[in-house]
Nanobody, 122 residues
Framework: QLVESGGGLVQAGGSLRLSCAAS????????VAWYRQGPGPQRESVAS???????NYADSVKGRFTISRDNAKNTVYLQMGSLKPEDTAVYYC??????????????????WGQGTRVTVSS
């Protein structure tokens, strides 16, 4: 089971660190990604990290967000800085896999956490 935490209300320009923790070795042995869902129906990929530590970011967050992992704690983090109102969303972590440098999300219900809400005020 994946559990996200760390969301909250922050002013524009501020920072937050999200955590995605899991029981067992789910996070430490797999690729993991952060997604977010704003007011619309689409869930947007934000950042991903392979089991080896390779990372990818959406253009909209490059230079502002950093994804990292602590395998000893079976946790993946998303450090978010220079936050903007358009970053407001519910953030979800997903356990999936990397194939040829591209992240493929897990599609089972247990591949997703319940989400943590981030609200950035202007």
């Amino acid at each position: 089971q994946l559990v996200e935490s760390g969301g909250g209300l922050v002013q524009a320009g501020g920072s937050l660190r999200l955590s995605c923790a899991a029981s067992g070795g789910t996070v430490s042995s797999n690729a993991v990604a952060w997604y977010r869902q704003g007011p619309g129906p689409q869930r947007e990929s934000v950042a991903s990290i392979s089991s080896a530590g390779d990372t990818n970011y959406a253009d909209s967050v490059k230079g502002r967000f950093t994804i990292s992992r602590d395998n000893a704690k079976n946790t993946v983090y998303l450090q978010m800085g220079s936050l903007k109102p358009e970053d407001t969303a519910v953030y979800y972590c997903n356990v999936g896999r990397y194939v040829d440098g591209e992240y493929y999300p897990g599609i089972n219900s247990d591949a997703w956490g319940q989400g943590t809400r981030v609200t950035v005020s202007s």
